[in-house]
């Protein structure tokens, strides 16, 4: 069975850091594009980050780009998000996702709430 | 980047009855390969997004057959045949063809009326 599991959110101090993980399970961790979508407090979804199975490519939306930082730890089924430079709009429920492909993400973990306030 | 237009963005259903969303792109979602990469997630209240419908009209895995998804270029439709109350929820298209970035429609809440 697939598994995705988020940590690491909070609260944070607008300016501030943290690093969100996704821990996967149940299925071949490596092969597979992993990506960070959020929602923030009743609004819609909005793609972050997405990174290829063997880490050679990633992607950031312009939103975040420069501040926010992909990686991922194959060795232990792992995908990381760095957030620097925290602002109040990045406040949301932030989801990992797997994808065969950067075409697509078949399935999600259950989120991690960030808050950025003072 | 690719915009993507859901309507209706509020769509009460009884309860038995079909239900249709559509999701219109900025651009054709049709890619050099011949795929067509839009999926179709289901948000349920408290829970995170779920695929229903991959590559347009390919339901996933588990999703009831009442389900179905239809379209091309860049006009694409959810169906529901017959609405049940655990449908309840926001509904999202989103392109896959044109990336970074992936882009979601507004979403469509849908309620029993």
């Known amino acids: 069975e697939v598994q995705l599991l988020e940590s690491g959110g909070g609260l944070v101090q607008p300016g501030g850091s943290l690093r969100l993980s996704c821990t996967a399970s149940?299925?071949?961790?490596?092969?597979?594009?992993m990506s960070w979508v959020r929602q923030a407090p009743g609004k819609g979804l909005e793609w972050v980050s997405a990174?290829?199975?063997?880490?050679?490519?990633?992607y950031h939306a312009d939103s975040v780009k420069g501040r926010f930082t992909i990686s991922r730890d194959n060795s232990k089924n792992m995908v990381y998000l760095q957030m620097n430079s925290l602002r109040a709009e990045d406040t949301a429920i932030y989801y990992c996702a797997k994808g065969q492909t950067f075409s697509d993400l078949d399935y999600w973990g259950q989120g991690t709430l960030v808050t950025v306030s003072s | 980047d690719v915009v993507m237009t859901q309507s209706p963005l509020s769509l009460p259903v009884t309860l038995g009855q079909p239900a249709s969303i559509s999701c219109r792109s900025s651009q054709s979602l049709l890619y050099s390969d011949g795929t067509t990469y839009l999926n179709w997630f289901q948000q349920r209240p408290g829970q995170s997004p779920r695929r229903l419908i991959y590559k347009v009209s390919n339901r996933d895995s588990g999703v009831p057959d009442r389900f179905s998804g239809s379209g091309s270029g860049t006009d694409f439709t959810l169906k529901i045949s017959r609405v049940e109350a655990e449908d309840v929820g926001v509904y999202y298209c989103m392109q896959g063809t044109h990336w970074p970035p992936y882009t979601f429609g507004q979403g469509t809440k849908l309620e029993i009326k």
């Open positions: 990174m290829s199975g063997s880490g050679g490519g990633t």
């Open positions: 149940g299925f071949t961790f490596s092969s597979y594009v």
